[in-house]
């Protein structure tokens, strides 16, 4: 690999911050990483990653990422922190548009395990690179530019017990989640700010773990809920490291379910499916109740801007943060170290961000239509739904009907999830006629299926 420069920085060990910092040690000389927190010397939670106590699942796509970053990361995790490797279209239950998806077998195959053993395995494994340093307890407070401020030439770090010092970079990377201040960074050094997009979702996440049963759920490695007409509420279970289950379930727009034992099970019965309930009400507690607040969707438009430092990067959640339920933010990431290294290797460190910023909009993009396009589904959720939007909600919905019996159709929109393939994917003529097929003789015609307000298993009776 061509050597681009002697010192990169990497602001963040998160998911986002370690993944860019491995797409980075390819390049430069020296990578360092970061951190405010402690590293932990257990994979346990952190505060600088408060979403680390709820539920995190790592989608196909990413799963697979990963492994190519870090061979045999996925086994890893396996064998020394008893985290599960599962095919997602066989060993899950997906209910969506309040219907259960039927299983079968499939190479999608994703990984279980809370979220401090992923980083902490990925942790691990990037700071054995001998040109990858990690440094903790160690807060950015803004950058350094040239004297022109056409580049950033370092940042400025307070690190424990000592004053306020520079370090030197030739590139620097954001990866300090949706809190980002970079906005702020570069406004101090006369950049305009990005244009950023919100949807406001107003997701609950209430969280309990639970001893996992290996009769529980006929040995199925969970169940993932998406929220449909009328409550619009999202429930999971997934099995995870130490013989556990973590269960997570809410709303939307301040709908939260309660953090006592009556009223978690009262929420948790009003889902499609009273199966994780029922796990719920005889398993054994293995924690407290937790809670999350997740107000809106926000991506940032750093593509847009017509002045930009060639060589600082924003990059994961920092960039874009996505409706935590679609699972897709780890993965978006993994996507981005991906799309880096290939900047990197293509055209080396020249406008860098340039042609960074565009590959990673590309990306988002995607999981964003997703994501947001789900969301779009509840007519109290604001955005705007031009007649693709609505016919695309519609065409799912009948697609949801179709794949309850269509094992094929429902691994093609768990590809889709997946973020393996694109969402045109399930536009192909294949796709469309299981579609047409499995919606022919269903009770409810597909003229009077309504995107926000999609069909239940017992108003829709295929024959
Ligand atoms: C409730 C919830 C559930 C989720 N579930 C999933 C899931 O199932 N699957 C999935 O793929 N994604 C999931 N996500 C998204 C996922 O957590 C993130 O997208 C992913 O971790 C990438 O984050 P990141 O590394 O960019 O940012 P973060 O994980 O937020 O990490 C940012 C890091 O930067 C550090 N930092 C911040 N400021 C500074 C500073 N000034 N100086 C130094 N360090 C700093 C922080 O301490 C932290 O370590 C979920 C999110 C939430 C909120």
Redesign the pocket.
């Known amino acids: 690999m061509k050597n681009l420069g002697k010192h990169a920085i990497v602001?963040?060990?998160?998911?986002?911050?370690?993944?860019a910092a491995r797409a980075l040690a390819d390049f430069y000389s020296t990578v360092t990483v970061?951190?405010?927190?402690a590293f932990p010397a257990a994979d346990t939670w952190?505060?600088?990653?408060?979403?680390?106590r709820?539920?995190?699942?790592?989608?196909a796509r990413?799963s697979a990422v990963l492994e190519e970053f870090f061979p045999g990361y996925n086994d890893e995790v396996v064998a020394q922190s008893g985290g599960l490797l599962g095919d997602v279209a066989n060993d899950v239950r997906w209910i969506g548009h309040n219907v259960t998806l039927a299983n079968g077998k499939s190479d999608l195959i994703g990984l279980l395990a809370s979220?401090p053993v992923l980083?902490g395995h990925l942790r691990r494994r990037l700071l054995a690179l001998p040109n990858v340093h990690g440094i903790e307890h160690?807060?950015?407070?803004g950058l350094v530019s040239d004297a022109a401020r056409e580049r950033v030439t370092g940042v400025r770090?307070h690190a424990e017990g000592r004053p306020e010092e520079t370090v030197d970079a030739d590139l620097v990377v954001d990866?300090?989640?949706?809190?980002?201040?970079s906005a702020m960074w570069l406004e101090e050094l006369g950049y305009q700010p990005p244009v950023s997009e919100k949807v406001e979702v107003g997701?609950g996440?209430t969280?309990r773990t639970y001893r996992r049963r290996s009769t529980d759920l006929d040995g199925k490695l969970g169940i993932i809920v998406a929220g449909s007409a009328p409550t619009w509420r999202h429930g999971v279970i997934l099995a995870q490291e130490g013989d556990s289950w973590i269960v997570?379930t809410g709303g939307v727009l301040g709908d939260e379910a309660p953090d006592n034992d009556e009223g978690f099970l009262a929420y948790l019965a009003t889902l499609p499916t009273m199966e994780i309930h029922d796990i719920v009400a005889g398993a054994e507690p293995l924690s407290g109740y937790r809670r999350?607040r997740?107000v809106h969707s926000l991506r940032r438009r750093y593509e847009t801007l017509a002045r930009f430092p060639g060589n600082y990067l924003v990059?994961?959640?920092?960039?874009c943060?996505?409706n935590?339920?679609y699972?897709?933010?780890?993965?978006?990431?993994a996507q981005e170290a991906l799309a880096l290294q290939r900047c990197l290797l293509c055209a080396g460190s020249n406008g860098l961000a340039r042609r960074f910023f565009s590959e990673a909009a590309k990306i988002v993009d995607i999981a964003w239509d997703i994501a947001v396009g789900n969301d779009l589904r509840n007519p109290l959720v604001k955005g705007a739904r031009p007649p693709m939007r609505r016919f695309i909600n519609w065409y799912i919905g009948c697609l949801h009907v179709a794949a309850t019996r269509d094992s094929t159709l429902a691994t093609a929109f768990l590809k889709v999830v997946n973020l393996m393939v694109p969402p045109p994917s399930l536009l192909k003529p294949a796709i469309a006629w299981r579609v047409w097929r499995g919606n022919r003789r269903a009770a409810v015609p597909l003229s009077r299926l309504q995107s926000s307000e999609p069909p239940d298993n017992k108003r829709i009776e295929l024959t």
Request: one cysteine or more; a positive charge.
């Open positions: 602001i963040g060990a998160g998911m986002g911050g370690l993944l970061l951190e405010r927190d952190r505060k600088g990653v408060p979403q680390g709820h539920t995190h699942g790592l989608l990413g979220r980083e160690c807060a950015v407070r770090i990866a300090t989640g949706r809190g980002s201040s997701i996440y969280t997570s999350y997740y990059f994961g959640d920092a960039l943060s996505f935590p339920v699972g897709q933010g780890m993965t978006v990431a």
